[in-house]
């Protein structure tokens, strides 16, 4: 059987290999790489490697599915915030009538916690568009 003596890229680490080797783990560091072979040059690389490129991909495709999400959530999120001020604004004229302001500020709570969300969201939405443009 003939060895071919390499190094590993990740450790240093002195390492023989044969032939019909395609993968393996190095034993000195275990990190496992793929043997690529070609024009009479044996290199390795590093298993690890191919796995980041696939997490990228399924970074990107999970942002860009989170940005649909989050993109309905704001909306739906205007909506109701829309639906809140106009219940605000008929419960102020019942507030000038008779005086009772405990609704109107739930109602201001409630605004103010609907806003911080839609906030919330939108730094959400930017860093997933930052994750699609890397």
């Not at 990190?31 to 590093?46: C, D, K, N, S, Y």
């Not at 219940?87 to 916690?113: C, M, P």
Request: charged share 30%; aromatic share 6%; hydrophobic share 35%.
């Amino acid at each position: 059987m003939d060895f071919v003596s390499l190094s590993c890229p990740s450790c240093g680490g002195k390492l023989q290999i044969t032939s019909d080797i395609e993968r393996f783990a190095c034993s000195y560091c275990g990190i496992e790489h793929i043997v690529r072979r070609g024009g009479g040059i044996i290199t390795l690389a590093p298993v690890v490697e191919g796995l980041k490129k696939v997490q990228t991909g399924v970074d990107k495709t999970a942002s860009e599915l989170a940005i649909q999400r989050l993109t309905r959530e704001i909306s739906e999120l205007e909506r109701y915030y829309s639906q809140l001020y106009d219940k605000r604004v008929k419960e102020q004229t019942v507030f000038f009538l008779f005086r009772d302001n405990n609704e109107l500020d739930r109602l201001d709570k409630e605004i103010a916690a609907n806003q911080q969300k839609a906030k919330q969201i939108k730094v959400e939405i930017q860093k997933h568009k930052k994750i699609i443009e890397s």
